[in-house]
């Protein structure tokens, strides 16, 4: 079912707000240590394992290569692969992904943020109900679906899906997140979860699984989640969506507007030699 109308859309002013403060809190979780870029730009770093994570880089006109050539260097030296997150419309970044796609790193993912305030008013399907998760066993059926719609694995291993739950289980038990599950007909169709530390929650994992897409459980969905968001105080909240997945049209029609790109790029075959 289709949304009939949406209040609190954003404005340009109330935007461009929020997209500061997403950045700024995703910023914070950038505070390793990694090669010194002045004066040709900078950048933040995080490392996981043997990845170097960077992110929030910036180039001086014309230096984007030797940005990315000075971080080549230091991973070759500490034998990491590299994953680079570049936001190409913030002043800076404009020039980096062709210097990365030059350096043979490959795009491995294109993220939309969209954000959205206030609660949703939309039509929803009446027979959908949602559910905040509460035991273990939920989780499960959380992840199973979670993995049939994200993945396209209709038989996820059972050990893989278990384990998985239990972190996720973990994460919310630690106050990390909030999930829930969308039931259509009494059946488990779809769910989400909610970040809870951030000053701009985001919204994370919507998945509706195939045989009940076009349905309205996704709108019945976020139009909870959005209401228990707001009934914590929160003026605002954000998602994620990947560039080519059709639920853009949804969240846009629920009132989510877009802010920034979010680019995700490789090193050429993990490492460098």
Known sequence: MCAMGTQNELDAETARDITLRVLAQRVSRYGDSGPDLSPAGSARYRHDGRRLLVGYATAQPGMAAGVVQRVNTYAVGLDLTVHWLVTPETPGEEELPAAL??????????????????????????????????????????EHGSRRSFYDDQQPNERMVASRAADRWRQQSQGWYRYYLTLLDGRVVGGCYVSLWEQVPTVMGVYTVTEARGRGAATALLRHV????????????????????????????????????????????????
């Open 101 to 142: 796609r030059a350096a043979r790193y490959q795009l491995d993912e294109r993220l939309i943020l969209m954000a959205r305030r206030g609660v949703i008013v939309a039509q929803s399907n009446p027979a959908a109900r949602v559910e905040p998760i509460t035991s273990y066993d939920a989780m499960r059926v959380y």
């Open 226 to 273: 959005a209401s228990d968001i707001t009934r914590a105080g929160h003026n605002a909240y954000c998602l994620y969506v990947k560039d080519d997945n059709p639920a853009q049209h949804l969240y846009e029609r629920l009132g989510f507007r877009r802010l920034t790109t979010d680019e995700t790029y490789l090193s050429p075959t993990g490492k460098f030699r």
